[in-house]
């Protein structure tokens, strides 16, 4: 509670936490005028039409603190449909009145770089425009994300199955303000230099693939020297064993489960029974998926021994003599077992499925083993940029609780 904390110098008490002596308390009624909005459907919406239009959805999925006119087409209506609506300007803010989810309750985002572009905000939201000009263009984006802000939101959050916060709650919940608009945009300027520098990252990580995708395709088609043969030449396998009644909270076994493999070893469960071991190695595939799903056919190369349960819906490849890299990328989603998804039914791999596998492979083991080391050395190269950006995400969180509640000053 703020009242059991210890106040520094230089900080004051509020209902909402401590923050700067010299920073204001302002509720979002004092703050914005909110202005009307739109209730166009979906289904009401187009492409190519007059008016620029901002759907709940398109604040939820494709923005993160700014809409940014400059890098994202929205969906458009037909000018008769616009109506008494006001046209949207650059430092707008819009906030999502309906979320399925806490995470985006009360998500909000500033409007940039509208150029000429006529646009009107709709369906679940609320357009804010600043009163007084007391807040800087760059800041509001940030304005949700303030744990102190957060917290209020999360609070009088209502409903069951879709959350939300209503307008008459959104007014009262308090934010904390820098005293001076240099502060505000010496904060904004900040946290935008790193959202830059891991939307930089995210580029060159996707250039990355591609790169390694066209690689894929060329090392791994079938040349003058190869040999096709039945799949179960040169691997045995085995399918797994563990049930999820055999999860339990802390168990000395990681469960490889498709959600498992999927999230690349993110989503762990455990159990203390290992009844199929993976060994050092092996290759485990997903065998069963739900229509046109991403997880089909996906694989999991073990790099250590004894760590993992291999669930029942789970297959072992284990190699008969040939290179364990190369089969990797032979096997992770081979287009014969993604063939086997009729977009209508869930996929289920079954022995006779295996079977029936075909794979050409080079007769060369060194040639096998040169591929599957360059096609790896480009799997680490990708995993080390991603690393990357998960450490500059976490320095971002950090540095917008420190900046937005005031802890740290850059002036």
């Known amino acids: 509670m703020v009242e059991a904390m210890e106040v520094k110098k230089g900080f004051q008490k509020t209902e909402v936490g401590v923050i700067p002596s010299d920073w204001k308390l302002c509720s979002y009624g004092q703050l914005f005028d909110f202005l009307t909005t739109a209730t166009y459907s979906r289904a009401q919406l187009s492409e190519n039409d007059e008016i620029g239009y901002v759907h709940y959805g398109d604040i939820h999925t494709r923005c993160q603190y700014f809409l940014d006119c400059d890098k994202i087409v929205l969906p458009s209506i037909k000018k008769e449909l616009q109506r008494k609506y006001p046209f949207l300007k650059d430092g707008d803010l819009l906030v999502v ?46 304005l949700h994300s303030n744990r102190l802000v957060k917290k209020q939101m999360d609070t009088l959050a209502t409903g069951l199955k879709v959350y939300g916060v209503s307008k008459t709650n959104l007014k009262r919940i308090l934010i904390p303000i820098p005293p001076t608009k240099t502060e505000q945009t010496a ?44 799949l179960t030449e040169y691997v045995n396998y085995i399918h797994g064993k563990a049930h999820e009644k055999n999860i339990v909270e ?23 029974n290992n009844f199929c ?11 069963s998926d739900l229509p046109n799903g991403k997880a089909l056919a996906k694989c999991f190369y073990v790099e250590g021994e004894n760590k993992y349960a291999v669930n029942q819906r789970i297959c072992i490849w284990r190699s008969k003599g040939a290179n364990q890299r190369f089969l990797f990328y032979l096997l992770n989603r081979n287009e014969y ?7 209508i039914s869930q996929t289920h791999i079954l022995n006779h499925h295996i079977e029936k596998c075909r794979i050409s492979m080079p007769t060369d083991y060194a040639e096998q083993e040169k591929i599957g080391a360059i096609l790896f050395d480009m799997d680490i190269e ?11 995400k976490m320095m971002k969180q950090g540095m917008m609780q420190n900046l937005l509640t005031g802890k740290i000053r850059l002036i």
Not at 254 to 260: E, L, W
Not at 261 to 269: D, E
Not at 382 to 392: A, D, N, S
């Open 97 to 142: 009145d309906a979320s399925e989810d806490y995470k985006g309750v009360g998500k909000s985002v500033e409007v940039r770089n509208l150029r000429n572009k006529k646009v009107i905000s709709g369906l679940h939201t609320f357009l804010l425009r600043d009163k007084d000009g007391i807040i800087a263009n760059g800041f509001k984006g940030y």
């Open 250 to 272: 802390n168990g000395k076994y990681v469960v490889v489960n498709s959600k498992f493999i999927s999230s690349g070893g993110k989503v762990v469960k455990h159990s203390n």
């Open 187 to 230: 904060i904004a300027t900040a946290l935008n230099d790193t959202d830059a520098l891991i939307t930089q990252l995210e580029k060159l990580i996707a250039k990355k693939q591609a790169i390694k995708q066209g690689a894929m395709q060329e090392l791994l088609k079938p040349k003058e020297g190869w040999k096709e043969n039945s």
């Open 337 to 343: 077992f993604l063939g086997l998804d009729d977009g």
């Open 382 to 392: 990708i995993e080390v940029l991603e690393k990357k950006i998960e450490k500059y």
């Open 277 to 287: 071991p993976a060994k050092k190695n092996d290759i485990l595939t997903v065998l």
